[in-house]
């Protein structure tokens, strides 16, 4: 089992940058997870941001952050980041990470832990 908190979220302005971390404790390292992370915007389906394949080998991206967001481990903090580049209004939601044991980073794998979120608003 893994617990999964978020942190660095907040109001930054259009054409920012932002940095996301999703610090991981429990028995095993967060390098055996696939690590995902998701959002949820007011009064739409959460949906799937990026993620990054156990060990850290492989990644995901959605079309619409593309080019501008990166998802990375640092092994030896056991935490998972979301580095947000050129943010635009339509990347203010709740951003959520996840896990899943030896998972793909994939969006649809099932993922099986959750962070509470942490919101990221963004202002013209």
């Known amino acids: 089992q893994v617990q999964l908190v978020e942190s660095g979220g907040g109001l930054v302005q259009a054409g920012g940058s932002r940095r996301l971390s999703c610090a991981a404790s429990g028995p095993a390292p967060i390098s055996t997870y696939g690590m995902a992370w998701f959002r949820q915007a007011p009064g739409k389906e959460r949906e799937f941001v990026g993620g990054?394949?156990?060990?850290?080998?492989?990644?995901y991206y959605a079309d619409s952050v593309k080019g501008r967001f990166t998802v990375s481990l640092d092994n030896a903090k056991n935490t998972a980041y979301l580095q947000m580049n050129n943010l635009n209004r339509e990347d203010t939601a709740v951003y959520y990470c996840?896990?899943?044991?030896w998972g793909s980073g994939s969006d649809d794998e099932p993922y099986d832990y959750w962070g509470q979120g942490t919101q990221v608003t963004v202002s013209s």
């Open positions: 996840a896990a899943h044991a």
């Open positions: 990054v394949s156990w060990g850290g080998r492989r990644t």
